[in-house]
């Protein structure tokens, strides 16, 4: 008798090339449309229509109605993460594409993981986090220290309140590009939005490119080249209010 979840269902679904480019354009956390969908997987409408029915049925996309208009997302942060761990998981394999985009190095550089950083930029942002002991990495996750906390506090972040929601507060994040962790869950999405409030970045337009403005590039170099012993708020402010 087989026992557990029937996963070869998802696997065909997700191995579909024209499916695959589906769920790796809306892990920008963003809402498009059928007619948007079929260009970025190079088929039909009457294909895509196909294509995401079953991506719908299968409970992997949501769909959002406006007006005339239907508008398609990710389920949740669970379908992102695996997405995330089969790209982890391809990489290494050597599964990559054979012509890159021109927009490949902006997308290793810095980018959207469902709702928080990734890339190059991500990576760094973790890792200066935990070397000025505002997150206390271990091998089983991260943890927000008493410093960190007061950090958050005065760039504009309650960890205690999100810490009191159902999502992890959180989460290192295994980077595919990077091979290294980069900060997900509840206080990666918080970090990453107040970075766009404060116009230190944007979303490039239909990508998950995530760019940074010249503010932003100063504050953050100044912040990652801060030595541990030094107070962290003074490098990196939080964004204007």
Known sequence: ?????????????????????????????????????????????????????????????????????????????????????????????????????????????????????????????????????????TPQGAAVTPAGAQWFAQVGIDTTALAQQRRMLCRPCLDWSERRHHLGGALGAALLQRLFDGGWAHRAQGSRVVHFTAKGELALRQWLATSPEAPPSTALRGPEQ
């Open 1 to 137: 008798m087989k026992d557990g979840p029937h996963i070869a269902r998802i696997a065909a679904l997700i191995g579909d090339s024209a499916r695959a480019e589906v769920l790796t354009a809306l892990m920008a956390d963003r809402a498009l449309t059928a007619t948007e969908l079929a260009a970025v997987a190079g088929v039909t409408k009457q294909t895509i229509s196909a294509h995401l029915a079953k991506l719908l049925d299968a409970r992997l996309l949501t769909v959002e109605h406006q007006g005339r208009h239907r508008y398609f997302r990710l389920a949740d942060r669970d379908v992102a993460h695996l997405l995330e761990s089969l790209m982890n998981v391809a990489f290494r394999a050597g599964a990559v594409r054979l012509r890159a985009s021109p927009r490949e190095p902006a997308l290793r550089r810095a980018r959207m993981c469902y709702d928080h950083l990734a890339g190059e930029v991500g990576v760094q942002f973790y890792e200066a986090l935990v070397r000025q002991g505002l997150l206390d990495a």
